[in-house]
């Protein structure tokens, strides 16, 4: 089947079975033919929780599925490879998160959506990347926890004067294995070029940058900028977009290493697949599920 006729059926189907499709901002091009909403994960949240669409289709990896499925349970959320999954995610479990907190008793624990719903049920809060500075503002507290990526907890806490953010030493490998080395490399060739950093690369990188964000603040970000050359210090679905909407401008990836090998494991024909077989739906047990969504239920009523 060419790519035409994939994108008509999917399309088709789609309708049929009043479906929508959530694409995250790393997921392969292709996948933003046939998605109704693609960006960051608040973004993704948010339409998540508002769609009223019976079938939900995550163009995503693992926690995000299981996030839509909590923010609606009454809808069928399907994640088209059951090996989609996020190595943060999978840096901490329940056991570690309660052995986290008996070390640092009595502090409110803020969780990055980057992890299980188990995870989730178990803190005070959830944020995203978007919001996580605002997140930890609300709180007014002197220390919180933060699990379970160690930089964009240490991110937060340079961008807040007088709170202590207590880390949990989990990270993403895509960025954490990003270096101030590569800035100054591709500085070197692109002298001129704007640096757009991740808040999940490590401090010292964030330090480097001319701004900091999540996948769709970078695209907003470069999209107002007027300069002309970009070094991208995130994951290369971002520079496959930002090439696709502003063909004027020059971006360059940090490092070839920079891709998230789990969300580029969907093509058009896995969401074809999908939606006519009804696969992968996701489950979460109604005790965790009513937990985790009042992380996310008050991150989300946070609106910022
Ligand atoms: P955002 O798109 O929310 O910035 O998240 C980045 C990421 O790593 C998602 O897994
Ligand atoms: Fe997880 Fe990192 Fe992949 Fe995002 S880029 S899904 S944090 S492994």
């Known amino acids: 089947m060419d790519k035409r006729e994939l994108i008509q059926k999917i399309n088709r189907l789609k309708k049929e079975?009043?479906?929508?499709?959530?694409?995250?901002?790393?997921?392969?091009?292709?996948?933003?033919?046939?998605?109704?909403?693609?960006?960051?994960?608040?973004?993704?949240?948010?339409?998540?929780a508002s769609t009223?669409?019976?079938?939900?289709?995550?163009?995503?990896?693992?926690?995000?599925?299981?996030?839509a499925k909590i923010l609606s349970p009454d809808k069928t959320v399907l994640l088209p490879n059951l090996s989609a999954g996020c190595a943060m995610a999978d840096k901490i479990n329940t056991e570690q998160l309660r052995a986290f907190k008996n070390?640092?008793?009595?502090?409110?624990v803020v969780c990055y959506v980057n992890s299980t719903a188990a995870v989730k049920a178990e803190s005070d809060i959830c944020c995203t990347s978007a919001n996580a500075v605002n997140v930890v503002k609300s709180?007014?507290?002197?220390?919180?926890?933060?699990?379970?990526?160690?930089?964009?907890?240490?991110?937060?806490?340079?961008?807040?004067?007088?709170?202590?953010?207590?880390?949990?030493?989990?990270y993403c490998p895509v960025h954490h294995a990003i270096t101030v080395e590569d800035i100054e490399n591709k500085k070197a060739l692109y002298p001129q070029a704007k640096v757009m950093v991740h808040p999940e690369?490590?401090?010292?990188?964030?330090?480097?940058?001319?701004?900091?964000?999540?996948?769709?603040?970078i695209i907003k970000a470069v999209k107002q900028c007027e300069a002309k050359e970009f070094i991208i210090v995130t994951e290369k679905g971002?520079?496959?977009?930002?090439?696709?909407?502003?063909?004027?401008?020059?971006?360059?990836?940090?490092?070839?290493?920079?891709?998230?090998?789990?969300?580029?494991?969907?093509?058009l024909e896995d969401i074809l697949f999908s939606l006519e077989n009804n696969t992968y739906a996701i489950d979460v047990d109604k005790e965790t599920a009513a937990k985790a969504l009042k992380s996310i239920d008050r991150m989300i009523a946070i609106n910022a």
């Open 103 to 108: 070390q640092y008793p009595d502090i409110p």
């Open 201 to 217: 690369c490590p401090a010292e990188v964030a330090k480097k940058a001319d701004f900091v964000g999540s996948t769709t603040a």
């Open 17 to 48: 079975k009043n479906a929508i499709v959530l694409a995250h901002t790393y997921q392969n091009l292709e996948i933003d033919e046939v998605a109704d909403f693609s960006g960051d994960s608040l973004y993704l949240s948010r339409q998540a």
């Open 52 to 67: 009223d669409a019976d079938i939900i289709v995550f163009a995503g990896v693992y926690f995000m599925a299981e996030t």
């Open 139 to 170: 709180l007014k507290a002197k220390e919180v926890l933060f699990v379970p990526d160690q930089h964009l907890g240490a991110y937060v806490e340079s961008q807040l004067e007088g709170v202590n953010v207590i880390t949990y030493p989990g």
């Open 238 to 267: 971002v520079v496959e977009r930002l090439e696709r909407d502003c063909p004027e401008k020059k971006f360059v990836l940090i490092n070839e290493k920079a891709i998230c090998d789990t969300m580029k494991l969907l093509r």
